[in-house]
């Protein structure tokens, strides 16, 4: 499995971004897949997954009630809908595959499959 992240960007503290994960590989609805987020000199950070299945959905307490992930199997693409932007959300965000939704979702151990990181900068 291939993931690419996009839809990073430059935007206002208030503003909305939607990132998507798009995925390659036939069975990619089977894959959980979790949005972490990383600053330079930082630990990657836990912020939201999705089971294969999309009924559960997970956030950080950070992100609770701003950010919305939902998925499109149909279009191998997962979502990851940004509001409320904070400057401390600025963060290079990574999407990432696990093969089990059994598990801690919150781990990036879980994570078989991680694409490149989309840039998200909020100013104030």
């Known amino acids: 499995v291939q993931l690419q992240a996009s839809g990073g960007g430059l935007v206002q503290a208030g503003g909305s971004l939607r990132l998507s994960c798009a995925a390659s590989g036939p069975t990619f609805s089977r894959y959980a897949v979790g949005w972490f987020r990383q600053e330079p000199g930082k630990e990657r950070e836990f912020v939201s997954a999705i089971t294969w299945s999309g009924v559960g959905k997970y956030y950080a307490e950070a992100v609770k009630g701003r950010f919305i992930i939902s998925r499109d199997n149909a279009k191998n693409t997962v979502y990851l809908q940004v509001n409320s932007l904070k400057p401390e959300d600025t963060a290079a965000y990574y999407c990432?595959?696990?093969?089990?939704?059994?598990?801690?979702?919150?781990?990036?151990?879980?994570?078989?499959?991680w694409g490149q990181g989309t840039q998200v900068t909020v100013s104030s």
């Open positions: 990432a595959a696990a093969r089990s939704d059994f598990g801690n979702l919150e781990s990036p151990l879980l994570y078989n499959y």
